[in-house]
Each structure stands twice: as C-alpha cells, then as structure tokens.
C-alpha cells in the first residue's frame, strides 16, 4: 500500500516526469495534490498498470486531486539544455501551473532543481512510495503518451504508436531506413556506435 503522506500538516504536491530515456518526443512533467489520507485501490507507479487501468485512474485523480498540472518541454528545448535540465524545467512548469500553491514538494528520483524556496524530498522510487508522486506518474506518461501516438499518424515507420519513442529495434530501424524527423533529439545516440554493433 502507496503512503499517502510525508508529513501531518503541509500541502503535498507529488512531482514525476516521463520521457527521459527516448530518442523522440518530449519529456512530460506532472504535479498532483492529493487529499490528505486519501486512498486508492489501484494507483501505483504508471509502469506497474495496464494501459486500461491508467485511463481508470486518471478519472479518479482528475475527480479527487485538490490540484493538478502536466507540462512538456520539446525536444528542441532538451537538445539546448540537456535531459536532466529539461526534466527538472517540465517539473517547475508543472508546479507553477498548480491552482494550490504547495508546502512541500515529493520529487520522483535522487536529484532536483529548486523551485523558488519551496521544501522538497527526492524520493527514489517515489512513484512506488507515494499516492501523490504515482498519480503525477500516471497523468505524465497518458499525456506523453498521446503526444507520442498523435506523431505516429505524422511520421509512420518509426513505431511510436507502440514504443512512444523509446530505444527500441523498431525505431531504431527506423532512423537507418527514414533518417531522423524534427521530434527527434539530436543531442542523444540515436543508433548504437560501429563498436557497439560489432559487441552485438
């Protein structure tokens, strides 16, 4: 069972972002508020639910969450400043979008940025921790996922509509056969080097 809380008496707001290995796309930050003492049946960290079970609890946390905000950063915007710095900017823009200002911030990971004065705890494997941080989790990846899926009817042949532009085989087999498209993120390897080939 997820917790529901940090602490007794500060608005939460649980922080995750989705994204950050692909090739393509952007990276998806969200911020969620939750009830103190809420509960949920289900919620988890998006990559334990089925495709199902995330629309599911995406209608539960849109009807019960005091607050909530998604945010993007392109893949441009990532080739300027880096992954990392990009995650922690789609997070701060999720925040800043937040209806109810919070007391405390629940980072999903080891490493943040700090957004204004505001307190925060980096919690590694905070989306299997916290309800808060594992509902951030599951709006970040549906809202990612779209994005991604919506670009597949634009750019066929790379596989998105499956792989949402992570590394797999079937994208990669796309970038040697189409070359690359204007989602992709010319700052990351996106085919394994000569040297890796040959290990393989």
């Not at 922080?15 to 090739?23: A, H, I, W």
């Not at 289900?42 to 609890?57: C, F, G, M, P, Y």
């Not at 943040?112 to 916290?130: E, M, N, R, S, W």
């Not at 532009?165 to 390897?189: A, V």
Request: net charge negative; hydrophobic share 45%; glycine share 6%.
């Amino acid at each position: 069972m997820l917790r529901s809380s940090f602490s007794n008496n500060l608005i939460e707001a649980g922080c995750d972002e989705v994204g950050r290995g692909c090739l393509a796309g952007p990276v998806v930050a969200a911020a969620v508020i939750l009830p103190k003492n809420y509960r949920h049946a289900i919620l988890n960290d998006s990559k334990q639910l089925t495709h199902d079970e995330r629309l599911a609890v995406q209608d539960d946390i849109l009807r019960d969450a005091l607050a909530w905000a998604v945010a993007e950063v392109d893949n441009e915007e990532i080739d300027r400043i880096n992954i990392l710095n990009a995650s922690f900017k789609a997070m701060h823009l999720a925040i800043e979008k937040l209806t109810i200002k919070p007391g405390l911030l629940l980072i999903d990971g080891n490493r943040f940025k700090p957004f204004g004065d505001l307190p925060f705890h980096c919690i590694v494997k905070g989306d299997a921790t916290y309800l808060a941080i594992a509902a951030a989790s599951v709006l970040a990846k549906i809202h990612r996922d779209n994005v991604m899926q919506k670009l597949a009817a634009d750019f066929p042949g790379y596989g998105w509509e499956t792989n949402v532009g992570y590394p797999t085989e079937e994208h990669r087999e796309g970038i040697r056969k189409l070359g690359i498209t204007p989602f992709h993120r010319k700052s990351f390897q996106l085919l394994p080097s000569q040297l890796e080939l040959f290990e393989e």
